[in-house]
């Protein structure tokens, strides 16, 4: 059973930081790409980065210059360095591992639960 745990998320002012983290766990061959997204009461889930297993990454244009997205592939582990946040940037963060679990079998995308993060004015 794979799983994706995110943490690190929480209250902060605007203009503040914050990291977040998200731990992939269980029987795992490889992990290719990962990605946060988000989704803001009311709103469609958006993605917000991504990174491949090469490092290489891609950002919204809303928090382009903002955010960094990184991953440790040793702990299995991708982050989202926040800074600059603005209240327009509350919402439920989720991370997504495409991933494979044994050497025959075609990786899928798994999801976390997710962790709030509110950013007040």
């Known amino acids: 059973q794979v799983q994706l745990v995110e943490s690190g998320g929480g209250l902060v002012q605007a203009g503040g930081s914050l990291t977040l983290s998200c731990a992939a766990s269980?029987?795992?061959?490889?992990?290719?790409?990962m990605e946060w997204y988000r989704q803001a009461p009311g709103k469609q889930r958006e993605l917000v980065a991504g990174?491949?297993?090469?490092?290489?990454?891609n950002y919204s244009d809303s928090v382009k210059g903002r955010f960094t997205i990184s991953r440790d592939n040793a702990k299995r582990t991708v982050y989202l360095q926040m800074n600059s946040l603005k209240p327009e940037d509350t919402a439920v963060y989720y991370c997504?591992?495409?991933?494979?679990?044994?050497?025959?079998?075609?990786?899928?995308?798994?999801w976390g639960q997710g962790t709030q993060v509110t950013v007040s004015s």
């Open positions: 997504n591992g495409d991933i494979r679990i044994t050497t025959i079998a075609p990786s899928r995308k798994y």
């Open positions: 269980g029987i795992i061959f490889s992990i290719n790409d």
């Open positions: 990174i491949t297993r090469g490092g290489n990454t």
